[in-house]
């Protein structure tokens, strides 16, 4: 079965101050991968995915995934955080269909970002 | 344009109510998902429909009952619901939703929820 480990459970960085937020899955085949935010009271916004070719990917807001497969992860970077990114990150995968699957999303725990001046 | 409208954003509602949870999109997705997410916590699969047809559920309580009038529109009724019940409800759309040896990379889509409190 697959999963999804977000290993951080929350993070604190400054204003200005790069980020990465760390995401690894365990999987068969090669997954769909996905990074969603979601702002206090909000529903989840796609930031960026990855489904095949190059490995580094550029979302919005101005984030970056990079898909790792030696080491199962997909890690998402941000050169220069803003208050406004304050809020809940979620990394998902989804499935390389087999006979037997079907294309359900599997979510990590979430990682809480808190942004201080 | 990746909208998914949901209504109402907020609802509270008796243990003894009847009421519903209203979702539209206009992307020509051809599947629908509800998801249920309480506080600090992942969203949790409910129901998935697939053409109007209902794909997935996710042993969901019969007090759950969900509705897919057509292609655009997804509802949640709710009623005889309990305290531990309330939660924020999201509905999702993706082009399709796929079973079987077939390659995919479906991209779900999200609205912005409807919190549910039950009373």
């Known amino acids: 079965a697959q999963s999804v480990t977000q290993p951080d459970i929350h993070i604190t960085v400054s204003e200005g101050a790069s980020l990465e937020l760390r995401c690894n899955y365990s999987?068969?085949?090669?997954?769909?991968l996905f990074w969603y935010v979601q702002s206090p009271g909000q529903g989840l916004q796609l930031l960026l995915k990855?489904?095949?070719?190059?490995?580094l990917v550029q979302g919005i807001k101005g984030f970056e995934a990079e898909f790792k497969r030696s080491q199962s992860s997909f890690n998402l970077r941000k050169p220069s955080v803003h208050w406004s990114d304050a809020a809940e990150y979620f990394c998902?995968?989804?499935?390389?269909?087999?006979?037997?699957?079907?294309?359900?999303?599997?979510f990590g725990t979430g990682t809480r970002l808190t942004i201080i001046p | 344009d990746t909208e998914v409208t949901q209504t109402p954003k907020h609802l509270v509602m008796g243990m003894t109510n009847k009421k519903s949870l209203k979702c539209e999109q206009h992307?020509?997705?051809?599947?629908m998902y509800w998801y249920k997410q309480k506080a600090k916590k992942p969203p949790e699969l409910m129901f998935v429909?697939?053409?109007?047809?209902?794909?997935i559920n996710e042993s969901v309580p019969s007090r759950f009952s969900p509705e897919c009038p057509n292609s655009s529109l997804l509802n949640l009724h709710l009623h005889a619901l309990q305290p531990e019940d309330s939660a924020l409800y999201l509905c999702?759309?993706?082009?399709?939703?796929?079973?079987?040896?077939?390659?995919?990379?479906?991209?779900?889509?999200f609205g912005e929820g409807s919190w549910l409190t039950v009373v």
């Open positions: 992307m020509g997705h051809r599947a």
């Open positions: 998902a995968v989804g499935p390389y269909l087999s006979n037997f699957g079907n294309e359900k999303l599997t």
């Open positions: 990855y489904f095949s070719g190059d490995t």
């Open positions: 999702a759309s993706s082009q399709e939703f796929r079973t079987g040896a077939t390659r995919s990379g479906n991209t779900i889509y």
């Open positions: 429909y697939s053409y109007e047809k209902l794909s």
């Open positions: 999987y068969g085949a090669t997954p769909y």
